[in-house]
């Protein structure tokens, strides 16, 4: 099925570091979405996206949805250690409910 | 805030049986509901929509006679994995859309860890 490119797949920093990554499309999404997964749970949504070149924040989060539509990026400054855990990318298309997710970066921060 | 509950958390079960996990929406009712696979490492597949009572929609590639989806509540949705292989051993998660809520609305599930031996 269709995915989205997320990178990188893997992050390990250092506690203060600021992080980005970013997820990039061929197609067009309507709505970009990230989510955290700690282990052996379910993703929580963290911010959501509905309009191209809309920058969001949450907190330490900041994400933005791509002039483009085709692509999304998520930052995290002064990371901490409950960063800890796996992020997705998710989108969805116009008049579609199907999610479609990113591969998912994993994120280890060092104290 | 919105919960989905998911039960059971984690089963073991030996091939050639059948394993059911539940998907409640706790405090809200969905009219749909969603259920994902995730394998190690990988991210989350959707499987099939299940709208309450009517029949699920199966993706392409998951079998439907071999992933039974029930949906007879607006707060409860099941799977079924009949006949496992070890094949199947996955995470199980679902997702829950607030009725009439917009199509990005959905709370997740702790998720339902299988292994079949």
């Known amino acids: 099925g269709q995915q989205l490119n997320q990178s990188p797949q893997s992050m390990f920093i250092q506690e203060g570091e600021d992080v980005s990554m970013n997820c990039t499309s061929s197609?067009?999404?309507?709505?970009w979405l990230w989510y955290k997964q700690d282990p052996g749970e379910g993703p929580v949504l963290l911010i959501a996206?509905?309009?191209?070149?809309e920058l969001t924040s949450n907190g330490r989060l900041t994400a933005q949805f791509g002039i483009t539509r085709k692509d999304s990026f998520l930052n995290i400054s002064a990371s901490i250690p409950s960063d800890v855990g796996i992020y997705f990318c998710?989108?969805?298309?116009?008049?579609?409910?199907?999610?479609?997710f990113g591969k998912g970066m994993k994120l280890t921060v060092n104290p | 805030g919105a919960v989905v509950s998911q039960h059971p958390s984690w089963v073991i079960c030996k091939s050639g049986t059948s394993v059911k996990i539940e998907c409640r929406s706790l405090d809200f009712q969905a009219t749909t509901m969603f259920w994902y696979r995730q394998f190690p490492k990988q991210s989350l597949m959707l499987m099939a929509t299940s709208n309450e009572g009517s029949k699920a929609t199966y993706e392409q590639g998951v079998e439907k006679d071999k992933f039974l989806i029930n949906h007879a509540s607006l707060t409860l949705s099941t799977l079924t994995v009949t006949s496992a292989h070890p094949e199947d051993s996955s995470f199980y998660i679902c997702?829950?859309?607030?009725?009439?809520?917009?199509?990005?609305?959905?709370?997740f599930g702790p998720g339902t860890r299988l292994l079949v031996l």
């Open positions: 997702s829950a859309r607030l009725a009439g809520g917009p199509p990005e609305t959905q709370y």
């Open positions: 197609s067009i999404f309507n709505t």
């Open positions: 998710a989108a969805l298309k116009g008049g579609s409910e199907k999610l479609v």
């Open positions: 996206l509905y309009k191209a070149g």
